[in-house]
């Protein structure tokens, strides 16, 4: 144990920092689950680490404005692809995130396959390095975070359209998966959407902001007190609390309270 290692210098960024994730994962989630397109995160996510990569890959800072710029822009194309085959193919898109995923993921691998330091980039972006977050970090995600948040609530999810939902999808995923990793990112948006889904619909986000908090405060601390990796204890302090609240409070029939029937493609 490391109990001296509680500094606040460095849980409360980090800790604000999932907050500002969970902001707008949450309500993504439930919409990701309403389409029945669990996997799209990773792809997302993956294909905007491709583009962080390739830029490290030329040359560039991996955080400069010209690996931003290259994240978001393979993130924006990702989206555009993924908004043209569900029109085309609904019944197989699905399969077809997952055959996205699987192209970033090897990509990055064969553009990192020379570089000495390139496996643990690769890790880090994968994992995270959410206690290193600075409050520097923090101030671009949260004027991101409050415009997709605008538009996800103001517009509202049904005249934001197929595009529009991508669109959001990939700018929300390009700003999380650099600071908190793949695996936390994907993490923030299911786990919690899954816990709540037997809960009448105007509950779902206050359990859901909830539990993801909750979660994220306890990986950190568990993380700092036995010295663990930060990202991947959030992780399973997330899906233990989200099967605690489903067995020890929620009613026991899960499809109680499911919300409105999935949006036409």
């Known amino acids: 144990m490391n109990p001296d290692a509680f500094n606040l210098s460095i849980l409360a960024p980090a800790f604000l920092a999932g907050l500002l994730v969970l902001a707008t994962h949450v309500p993504l989630g439930r919409q990701v689950l309403r389409r029945g397109i669990v996997f799209i995160d990773l792809a997302i996510a993956q294909i905007a680490t491709l583009g962080v990569i390739a830029a490290d890959r030329f040359g560039f800072e991996p955080e400069g404005w010209i690996a931003q710029a290259a994240a978001v822009s393979a993130a924006v194309l990702g989206a555009v692809l993924l908004t043209w085959t569900e029109k085309h193919w609904p019944e197989t898109q699905e399969a077809l995130i997952g055959v996205l995923f699987a192209l970033a993921a090897t990509g990055g691998m064969i553009l990192v396959a020379n570089n000495p330091h390139g496996g643990e980039h690769l890790k880090d972006l994968l994992a995270g390095q959410i206690l290193w977050v600075g409050p520097a970090q923090l101030l671009p995600l949260a004027v991101l975070t409050a415009a997709i948040l605008a538009l996800w609530f103001g517009i509202g999810q049904q005249r934001l359209g197929r ?92 499809d109680a309270h499911v919300g409105a029937a999935p949006p036409p493609r």
């Not at 009448?200 to 663990?228: E, N």
């Open 163 to 254: 595009l529009g939902f991508y669109g959001l999808f990939a700018f929300a995923v390009t700003a999380s998966v650099q600071l908190v990793g793949v695996y936390l990112v994907f993490a923030s948006l299911i786990v919690p959407a899954l816990a709540i889904r037997s809960l009448p619909p105007r509950r779902q986000l206050t359990f859901g902001y909830l539990l993801g908090a909750l979660g994220y405060l306890l990986g950190l601390l568990l993380s700092l007190l036995f010295d663990l990796p930060s990202g991947a204890v959030i992780v399973w302090s997330l899906a233990a609390l989200a099967l605690a609240l489903n067995f020890l409070v929620l009613p026991k029939n899960p």
